[in-house]
């Protein structure tokens, strides 16, 4: 299908893109790499009258080191994190995680902070930022804040984003021992299920995507593991389980068990 008619608008700079959402609310969307946004037009599922491109604002697409974290701008390619040496070295898991992301073509055009602000229950990244204890930074008319994976995720497709807020990065803690694994929709590669599994000096920490209408932490497991794979049992506790065409709640609830366990054992 073709997009309703809409205005496209190309912002130079972060606070020329919060201005421009600031103005014009409800009616406008931000654009980056666009592989969430445009299909939902396409199917006129979304249909904004504004679209603000903010694909091409300098420095939102860079990688850096900044002492025991790494940080990640939200124009970051898919692709980009993929081939990162400073990701492949500090934070490994999320390079296992953007190499299961759709196909060549978008990973070199989606983005990580179109992704995590798109909030889709069967995206990859949230389960990831959520097992890291990452921390989204964002932009808005009242200036720069962050907030904590923990309280990002609100809903299916709803982040503690505000009307006039963008994401401008995302904040890693370095992480020496993590991994990431998931079953497939065959199509879109989007995940069945998801897991994260990251292990520090006090536990493990488990994020899940694809299982509920809201990514989370698996608290159940981290609380039940004490080196034992047995914890993975605890994967769904307390959680809405979704069912659809892909998978049904007994099924999805099986995956989650057995890739939180194959999470825990790798």
């Known amino acids: 299908m ?25 009616d406008a969307k931000i654009l980056s790499g666009g592989h969430s ?21 300098p420095g939102l697409d860079v990688i850096t080191e900044e002492g025991d974290a790494v940080v990640i ?12 040496q400073v990701i492949y070295k500090n934070v490994n898991i999320l390079k296992q995680t953007a190499a299961t992301i759709g196909d060549v073509q978008v990973r070199n055009k989606g983005t990580i ?6 909030a889709d229950p069967s ?3 949230p389960a990831t930022v959520l097992a890291c204890d990452a921390t989204i ?12 994976a923990t309280d990002f995720f609100q809903g299916i ?4 984003l505000e009307d006039d807020e963008i994401i401008t990065a995302v904040r890693f803690p370095k992480i020496a021992h993590g991994n990431y694994h998931k ?4 199509a879109s590669r989007f995940a069945v299920v998801g897991v994260a599994v990251v292990f520090d000096g006090s536990g493990v920490k488990v994020g899940i995507t694809g299982v509920a209408d809201t990514p989370y932490r698996a608290t159940k497991v981290e609380e039940a593991y004490n080196g034992d794979s047995s914890a993975a049992e605890h994967a769904v506790d307390g959680v809405e389980v979704m069912s659809d065409h892909f998978a049904d709640v007994e099924y999805r609830s099986h995956l989650a068990k057995v890739f939180v366990k194959k999470g825990l054992e790798a």
């Not at 930074?137 to 904590?148: D, M």
Request: glycine letters at 10%.
């Open 183 to 186: 079953f497939y929709q065959s």
């Open 137 to 148: 930074i964002v932009a808005g008319k009242n200036g720069s804040r962050n907030i904590a």
């Open 73 to 84: 701008g939200a124009n970051c390619t898919h692709q980009q994190i993929l081939n990162s």
């Open 113 to 118: 902070g179109g992704s995590l602000a798109h």
């Open 123 to 125: 995206a990859d990244y």
């Open 2 to 26: 073709i997009p309703s008619k809409f205005n496209y608008i190309k912002a130079s700079s972060v606070s020329e893109a919060v201005n421009l959402l600031d103005e014009h609310g409800f």
């Open 37 to 57: 946004l445009i299909p939902a037009m396409k199917l006129r599922l979304n249909r904004p009258e504004v679209v603000i491109d903010i694909g091409g604002i």
């Open 157 to 160: 497709f709803t982040t503690a």
